[in-house]
């Protein structure tokens, strides 16, 4: 299994960022992939998830209304869409994968988001 984010960079607060989750080595369309991000001396924090069999998703309320989960099952790759985003939201994100939403069991190697204010 392998899952390899990118996307992130630096912003300015109220700005977007698109994120991407290429995965490989599994059937994707069994696996929930979820979004988690950890800021310096943050717990880790699962923002987002999508169900791949059905495109469910999930949001924390820290995001909700903000953030954009999507997958392209063709292209095994899920996406991060997040706007208006803000100082909080700066942190480490990186897509795992599971059975589950919000659990993991393979992380990809995360990608770097800062927004500056």
């Known amino acids: 299994v392998q899952l390899v984010e990118s996307g992130g960079g630096l912003v300015q607060a109220g700005g977007s960022l698109r994120l991407s989750c290429a995965a490989s080595g599994f059937t994707f369309a069994d696996w929930a992939i979820t979004w988690f991000r950890q800021a310096p001396g943050k717990e880790r924090e699962g923002v987002s998830c999508i169900a791949s069999n059905d495109g469910s998703t999930y949001y924390a309320d820290s995001v909700e209304g903000r953030f954009t989960a999507s997958s392209d099952n063709a292209k095994n790759t899920v996406y991060l869409q997040m706007n208006s985003l803000k100082p909080e939201d700066t942190a480490v994100y990186y897509c795992?994968?599971?059975?589950?939403?919000?659990?993991?069991?393979?992380w990809g190697q995360g990608t770097q988001v800062t927004v500056s204010s």
């Open positions: 795992a994968v599971a059975h589950v939403c919000f659990e993991y069991d393979y």
